[in-house]
């Protein structure tokens, strides 16, 4: 990684150097593995931010002899320029610095755990795992950026391929412009049994059917009982096969068939009754971690337990959505959940889950047996009903079950 960090410095030395700090944005001095080197950088930043093109003789008579630890610094920063004429994509480069810095650190906190005294493992995995899921984040640092600087990241952002992952239903993703996109929060709130749990295995089962590995938390109904439904439809039979016929070599034959086809991961289950808030902090960040995943689907939000004593229940739902909110967007993935209302036909936490949501839909079943999605609110994007009363986006199929987009 040393030649890497010789050739983005030397790039920066070989001219326009303003232009191209302008796309590491994200690369700091603390990335950099060569303590020279990190100086280096720093005083090409500080000359570009008074104007100055940072070559290499700009360079030397700022720079102390001292820092380039007994080599001649004339010569090895004419040796960086010439290393600098090879660069093309200087960004990939910033990228590999930045990516070995990560695995050094990653590094340096399991070394450091492993050689401490654990007298409370629940507590250590949480902060070991707290480590490792914002060290990406942390890295970043903070910095001042003008807004020419801005127009640049935002036209980068541009040229990079949108992370939006569609859900599978036509209507939903419309009203979404596009799908679930990464680092947002969406959730759909409704009363006990109108099938938001069946919403929630609907897109689950799009989304693994397309390969996009998500994590699903059943902290409602058993990831056994979802699962069962998303067999269930790719046979296009009902749930209670499961139970009645299942001992039949026929039936028994068809699970073993479509199981056949699960070769790649897109979906891994969490199972747990009434997740605790430690708990989900560990479990999304390892499924970050160990499998990549694109998204986090949560059924419910206020199945979530852990509220301190003496804290307003309200509050700690807001509390556990803003954490959820702030970890996507550290991690680069969405989240997509469901909240219960209560008798009065309010959702707990309202509050909270509505500032740190991005978009927020009332489930609602029509007379005639079709659902649709009322849109409360949605921060980015237009506030765009699914669907209506009068004509419904969904309907039921019970063989899963799962829901279906009405013609």
Same mark, same amino acid.
């Given at each position: 990684?040393?030649?890497?960090?010789?050739?983005?410095?030397?790039?920066?030395?070989?001219?326009?150097?303003?232009?191209?700090?302008?796309?590491?944005?994200?690369?700091?001095?603390?990335?950099?593995?060569?303590?020279?080197?990190? *100086?280096?950088?720093?005083?090409?930043?500080?000359?570009?931010?008074?104007?100055?093109?940072?070559?290499?003789?700009?360079?030397?008579?700022?720079?102390?002899?001292?820092?380039?630890?007994?080599?001649?610094?004339?010569?090895?920063?004419?040796?960086?320029?010439?290393?600098?004429?090879?660069?093309?994509?200087?960004?990939?480069?910033?990228?590999?610095?930045?990516?070995?810095? +990560?695995?050094?650190?990653? *590094?340096?906190?399991?070394?450091?755990?492993?050689?401490?005294?654990?007298?409370?493992?629940?507590?250590?995995?949480?902060?070991?795992?707290?480590?490792?899921?914002?060290?990406?984040?942390?890295?970043?640092?903070?910095?001042?950026?003008?807004?020419?600087?801005?127009?640049?990241?935002?036209?980068?952002?541009?040229? *990079?391929?949108?992370?939006?992952?569609?859900?599978?239903?036509?209507?939903?993703?419309?009203?979404?412009?596009?799908?679930?996109?990464?680092?947002?929060?969406?959730?759909?709130?409704?009363?006990?049994?109108?099938?938001?749990?069946?919403?929630?295995?609907?897109?689950?089962?799009?989304?693994?059917?397309?390969?996009?590995?998500?994590?699903?938390?059943?902290?409602?109904?058993?990831?056994?009982?979802?699962?069962?439904?998303?067999?269930?439809?790719?046979?296009?039979?009902?749930?209670?096969?499961?139970?009645?016929?299942?001992?039949?070599?026929?039936?028994?034959?068809?699970?073993?068939?479509?199981?056949?086809?699960?070769?790649?991961?897109?979906?891994?289950?969490?199972?747990?009754?009434?997740?605790?808030?430690?708990?989900?902090?560990?479990?999304?960040?390892?499924?970050?971690?160990?499998?990549?995943?694109?998204?986090?689907?949560?059924?419910? +939000?206020?199945?979530?337990?852990?509220?301190?004593?003496?804290?307003?229940?309200?509050?700690?739902?807001?509390?556990?959505?803003?954490?959820?909110?702030?970890?996507?967007?550290?991690?680069?993935?969405?989240?997509?959940?469901?909240?219960?209302?209560?008798?009065?036909?309010?959702?707990?936490?309202?509050?909270?889950?509505?500032?740190?949501?991005?978009?927020?839909?009332?489930? *609602?079943?029509?007379?005639?047996?079709?659902?649709?999605?009322?849109?409360?609110?949605?921060?980015?994007?237009?506030?765009?009903?699914?669907?209506?009363?009068?004509?419904?986006?969904?309907?039921?199929?019970?063989?899963?079950?799962?829901?279906?987009?009405?013609?």
């Amino acid at each position: 990684m040393i030649e890497a960090e010789q050739k983005l410095l030397g790039s920066l030395m070989c001219g326009d150097a303003a232009t191209k700090l302008t796309k590491l944005q994200d690369l700091q001095e603390s990335h950099f593995e060569h303590p020279t080197h990190a *100086k280096v950088y720093e005083a090409i930043k500080k000359a570009v931010s008074e104007g100055i093109e940072p070559s290499c003789v700009y360079l030397k008579q700022s720079m102390p002899e001292s820092l380039f630890e007994g080599e001649n610094g004339s010569r090895y920063l004419a040796d960086l320029a010439g290393l600098g004429g090879m660069v093309l994509l200087i960004r990939d480069l910033a990228n590999a610095i930045i990516e070995s810095n +990560i695995r050094r650190e990653t *590094k340096y906190i399991l070394e450091k755990y492993h050689s401490s005294d654990i007298t409370n493992s629940t507590e250590t995995i949480s902060k070991l795992m707290e480590e490792l899921s914002s060290l990406k984040e942390g890295k970043k640092g903070w910095q001042l950026k003008t807004f020419q600087q801005m127009d640049a990241a935002v036209f980068s952002e541009m040229e *990079k391929d949108a992370k939006v992952y569609s859900t599978g239903i036509k209507a939903l993703d419309t009203a979404m412009e596009g799908g679930l996109q990464a680092t947002r929060s969406y959730y759909v709130a409704g009363e006990s049994g109108v099938g938001k749990t069946v919403l929630l295995g609907t897109v689950s089962y799009n989304l693994h059917q397309a390969r996009v590995p998500h994590l699903f938390i059943a902290a409602e109904m058993g990831a056994m009982q979802i699962h069962q439904r998303q067999l269930a439809r790719r046979m296009n039979q009902h749930t209670h096969h499961f139970v009645s016929s299942r001992t039949n070599n026929n039936f028994m034959g068809k699970v073993k068939q479509v199981m056949d086809g699960d070769e790649a991961i897109g979906g891994v289950y969490h199972d747990e009754n009434s997740i605790s808030f430690e708990k989900l902090k560990q479990v999304v960040s390892q499924a970050v971690t160990k499998y990549g995943i694109k998204g986090i689907i949560l059924d419910y +939000i206020q199945l979530v337990t852990g509220k301190p004593r003496g804290e307003n229940m309200a509050d700690f739902i807001g509390e556990v959505a803003q954490w959820l909110a702030s970890f996507c967007g550290k991690n680069d993935v969405w989240l997509l959940s469901v909240a219960q209302l209560n008798r009065d036909g309010d959702i707990l936490g309202s509050g909270g889950i509505k500032r740190a949501c991005d978009q927020l839909y009332h489930m *609602k079943k029509t007379v005639g047996g079709g659902y649709w999605l009322f849109c409360d609110k949605s921060r980015y994007t237009f506030q765009t009903d699914v669907g209506s009363e009068a004509y419904p986006a969904f309907r039921l199929n019970t063989n899963g079950a799962y829901f279906e987009e009405v013609a």
